[in-house]
């Protein structure tokens, strides 16, 4: 199978309005005969249900939470990216795009970045009509801060919950189709299996979480914005039920899962304090804006860090990349932090900790600005540490935190399935092997307000699509095998839990699938990750019944797919025999220690196929054609 | 340290629940209080018994679906601060926590320590948006917003939507979260033209979910994890009134 990216011919800047025309239209009156069925309700998901409703289609949503607005989106702090050049600072739609793909490591598509670029403008002005309450200066007018990677300031925000505020803006947009009836929103259920019939995705089958009942749903077209698969280790600033079931099905019927290996470590975390944490925090990548990052200069240097003198801290950011200083892309900031601590010269109750010091910022701005833009996070890490970082430098870790990773799509956002678009994180396209900070919040809401309104209408009026319904043997069958899965989960009756499993996996995956990766760790993780999984099969225990609710069930099904998963991920991060973005080979780097990539062997996205549990996928390739930007060296220096 | 548990056990809506008892012997304070239900729950599992069902998801404070009652008061004993972002280094060793979920008319138990929040959901269907399309609206910095209304707008938006607000209310009101979300479009210009009608619908489907009225107890500004002002209550009755008693059009 070759893999089309679908690009628009024609000059990079006309490509999107050019395609936008050449789409087929659907009739508003016709609209309405069609019913698209949206799996997950984070940003991408609501957006994208909102705005199709609101064309006139017929939506139905699902989530596994009690509410769409509880979706992980709103966990997102610091802001969204928009080349509005409110700030007079040099911003435009062509700067973004080219710090996108530079920040991606030039692995993510022209194409779709400078329409993620484009479209980024009309993102803040959709927001800001639904009544988002963006930060604003006293003139009135939106505020902008700066994030890692850009020299521009083009991050707009909500204090430090921006996701919150633009999720419950699309929830609300979501929630009025509800109340017009043209979406039905369906709960506490969640993705079994996508069913596919005569080669097109016609439906899902779902499992109610509060009585076991396995169901069928029909649609024309069936969309996942199912999130990423950061809990894949286990740890990770994801929330707690995050998981990559929908993705993974839809990869075991036939999708391809594009680049797994791009797996974003967060810089600035807390760092782990115990074995009975079940998640890691993120503290906002805004605090890098007036934070400076620093260790001590000597190893094992166990003095209270306002006891080490000027002389004796080792800002190595600012040491290492001048230019950007301690705002240094994610993927670059986080390998520092490892580095610096592998040498013996970290911080925290492990030695895997760093200091992120406000005190010089306190002194030039003032307590009082310190706490107007930081306030709220600030008071997160003192209860979560019972430190005050007014007074202490705060400590971060690098953790699991976002995966650019995803279900392979073309510019139409479908999957290799037809009839099966993917958006937000959930799918691979737009950030390469590294996003910037305050680009998700961009990428899920262009996929869902911008773009899938569009290329779904192409996708329904381009196909004739046979009537099918819930009764199509298809439907029953999948129906049979998601209840033979939880049968199975149900049966083993072993001694031990899903979550023990889960540590034990994200415990390979961390050592030896994470910051740092070679070969021979990659190796090993490829054969203990079956032997964790065959562990599995054998002596698992899931108490309480199947028709219930039952949280130790909806655990041990989310598990058993990250253990398959788990094997791709580690096979993708073996065969990309180059260090590029967030995906760190130890064998691939320069004297210095900076990412050595491989344009010639490696300017592809990989994408993998199915062919069974426990056999090894088949790799495909889509080159990556540049045609407007010069593959450099990523040089922050 | 050591601590007793009492936490409420009930199979579904339709069954009486009833206080299990608990004791933990390695309870540590660093541990986030959701930390040690997992504790629990893998202990539980490993001795074959049914685990206990509680919602939450974020655990860093933001979701609002973690929403347990501890010793009576929900999100438990630190102001300001949701029930996953509670840390046991505020108990002592020996303690006694009754474990509860937010109980109210309006949110009916579904499992254990979860209950069906869904009425929220309703309220916000019936008015809190602001009626846009996704399209091409004029630019952000055509509709100009004073500093100190986005942030006052921002303050009553922080709502996370948790209900600790309703478990807490002697009546069972959720007056508070109805008006953080009409105050905030109260506020802000692009909430005028269905401001009357938004307060209208929405205290209408608050009245209908079985939501009692508020009588100033305040108990909701004193447990609400993001600090709602009660004054945004005010806000929404003064809206209220003009529309329904003054018959004011939007």
């Known amino acids: 199978m070759t893999l089309d990216s679908k690009i628009p011919s024609g000059p990079l800047k006309d490509k999107w309005d050019k395609h936008r025309f050449e789409m087929k239209l659907i009739n508003p009156a016709n609209r309405r005969k069609y019913k698209i069925l949206m799996v997950g309700t984070g940003l991408a998901g609501a957006s994208a249900a909102a705005s199709l409703a609101e064309l006139g289609y017929n939506v139905e949503t699902f989530t596994y939470n009690d509410s769409p607005r509880r979706a992980h989106s709103i966990a997102a702090q610091g802001g969204i990216n928009a080349a509005k050049n409110y700030q007079n600072d040099g911003d435009s739609i062509w700067r973004l795009f080219y710090d996108t793909v530079k920040g991606g490591d030039f692995r993510s598509r022209e194409a779709n970045v400078y329409r993620l670029a484009q479209v980024s403008v009309d993102i803040i002005d959709q927001c800001v009509a639904q009544g988002v309450p963006f930060a604003r200066e006293y003139g009135g007018l939106l505020d902008n801060r700066s994030f890692g990677g850009a020299q521009v300031s083009r991050t707009f925000y909500a204090r430090g919950q921006t996701g919150q505020q633009l999720l419950l803006g699309a929830y609300s947009a979501l929630v009025r189709q509800i109340g017009l009836g043209k979406v039905k929103s369906h709960v506490r259920k969640e993705m079994m299996d996508v069913v596919i019939i005569n080669g097109t995705a016609r439906g899902i089958v779902t499992r109610d979480l509060v009585t076991g009942k396995i169901e069928s749903h029909w649609g024309d077209a069936v969309c996942l914005a199912t999130g990423g698969y950061g809990n894949v280790f286990f740890l990770s600033t994801n929330a707690q039920a995050c998981n990559v079931t929908a993705a993974y099905r839809a990869y075991k019927k036939g999708a391809f899962f594009a680049n797994p290996c791009f797996t974003q470590i967060h810089p600035t975390c807390i760092p782990v304090s115990s074995d009975h944490q079940s998640k890691l925090t993120l503290m906002s990548e805004s605090l890098r804006n007036d934070g400076r990052i620093w260790v001590p200069k000597k190893k094992g240097d166990k003095r209270p860090p306002n006891e080490i003198p000027e002389e004796e801290r080792d800002y190595y950011l600012e040491r290492k990349y001048p230019s950007f200083g301690n705002l240094a892309p994610r993927d670059i900031s986080s390998r520092s932090a490892k580095e610096v601590c592998d040498e013996g010269r970290g911080v925290a109750a492990t030695g895997y900790g760093v200091y992120l010091d406000f005190s010089e910022a306190i002194q030039r701005l003032g307590k009082k600005t310190i706490e107007e833009r930081y306030g709220n996070l600030f008071e997160m890490y003192e209860r979560i540490t019972g430190v005050d970082p007014y007074k202490e430098p705060m400590q971060i870790y690098p953790a699991s935190h976002y995966t650019m990773g995803g279900l392979w799509v073309d510019y139409n956002l479908q999957s290799t399935i037809p009839g099966l678009h993917v958006l937000g994180e959930a799918n691979f396209s737009d950030h390469g092997a590294n996003r910037l900070g305050a680009s998700a919040l961009m990428q899920g809401l262009a996929d869902g307000y911008y773009v899938i309104p569009y290329t779904i209408a192409h996708f329904l009026a381009s196909n004739k699509l046979e009537k099918v319904d819930e009764n199509h043997p298809e439907f029953k069958k999948a129906e049979e095998e998601a209840k033979d899965k939880i049968n199975k989960l149900m049966s083993i009756k072993g001694k031990r839990t899903p979550s023990s499993f889960h540590k034990e996996l994200g415990k390979v995956m961390w050592d030896k699938v994470g910051m740092g990766r070679n070969a021979k760790g990659l190796k090993e993780a490829i054969e203990e990750i079956p032997k964790i999984r065959e562990e599995f099969w054998k002596n698992l225990n899931v108490t309480g019944e199947s028709n219930d609710l039952n949280i130790a069930l909806e655990k041990a099904n989310r598990v058993a797919d990250f253990l398959e998963f788990a094997e791709v991920l580690a096979w993708d991060a073996l065969e990309r025999e180059e260090s590029c973005g967030a995906h760190f080979r130890e064998e691939y780097q320069y004297e210095d220690g900076e990412a050595k990539r491989d344009d010639e062997h490696f300017a592809h996205v990989a994408a993998w196929e199915y062919t069974g549990v426990g056999n090894k996928p088949i790799r495909h390739q889509e080159e990556l054609v540049f045609e407007n930007v010069k593959l450099a060296v990523r040089s922050y220096k | ?250």
């Open chain 2, 1 to 250: 340290m050591k601590l007793t548990l009492h936490i409420w056990r009930q199979k579904n809506a339709q069954s009486k629940g009833h206080f299990e008892k608990f004791q933990m012997n390695d309870v540590s304070e660093d541990m986030s209080f959701l930390e040690m239900l997992d504790l629990l729950n893998e202990r539980l599992i490993s001795e074959g018994k049914d685990a206990i069902a509680f919602d939450h998801d974020c655990r860093e404070g933001i979701c609002g679906a973690c929403s347990l009652t501890i010793n009576g008061t929900p999100h438990g004993p630190e102001a300001a601060t949701t029930t996953c972002q509670l840390h046991m280094r505020k108990f002592k060793d020996g303690d006694t926590l009754y474990i509860e979920p937010f109980r109210s008319r309006a949110f009916p138990v579904i499992k254990d320590l979860i209950v069906d929040r869904s009425a929220f959901d309703r309220i916000m269907a019936a008015g809190g948006f602001v009626s846009v399309r996704t399209g091409q609206p004029q630019d952000a910095n055509a509709i100009p917003i004073s500093k100190e209304k986005a942030d006052l707008a921002m303050d009553a938006a922080a709502c996370i939507g948790c209900g600790a607000c309703v478990a807490s209310c002697p009546n069972g009101a959720a007056m508070l979260f109805v008006s953080a979300k009409i105050s905030q479009f109260a506020m802000l210009p692009q909430g005028q033209p269905e401001r009357k009608r938004r307060a209208l619908n929405m205290v209408n489907q608050m009245d209908k979910e079985g939501f009692g009225a508020c009588t100033n107890h305040y108990e909701c500004e004193a447990v609400c994890p993001k600090k709602i002002s009660v004054r945004f209550i005010a806000q929404m009755n003064r809206d209220y009134l003009k529309a329904r008693i003054l018959k004011e059009k939007d």
